[in-house]
């Protein structure tokens, strides 16, 4: 009987164990997911951020290009101003010639 006893607390021993072990793995896994999806989480995140800084520099590039276009485009409006106050200031000396 006692033989039978100690077979028996033997068993009820090894299935207690098997039962921490089995939580333990649980445990262990969920753990191992928890952290996969705060990875995969934080991959997002950076993608994310790679893309916004990305976007930003497209619209600061798209800004200095507009920029430098106004820019282009005022220096002509003056040379072309320039130039017809020059041809102005040309045919008044004619007329100051002829006048003479």
Do not use: I, P
Request: glycine fraction near 4%.
């Amino acid at each position: 009987r006692e033989a039978g006893e100690a077979s028996s607390k033997a068993a009820e021993a090894a299935l207690l164990r098997e039962q921490e072990e089995r939580e333990a793995r649980e445990r262990c896994l969920a753990d191992l997911t928890a952290a996969q999806a705060q990875l995969q989480a934080e991959r997002l995140q950076g993608k994310e951020l790679e893309c916004t800084v990305a976007a930003a520099r497209e619209e600061a590039a798209q800004f200095s290009a507009a920029q430098m276009a106004a820019a282009s485009k005022s220096m002509v409006e003056a040379d072309g101003k320039m130039r017809d106050a020059g041809e102005k200031a040309a045919k008044a000396e004619e007329r100051a010639v002829v006048a003479e």
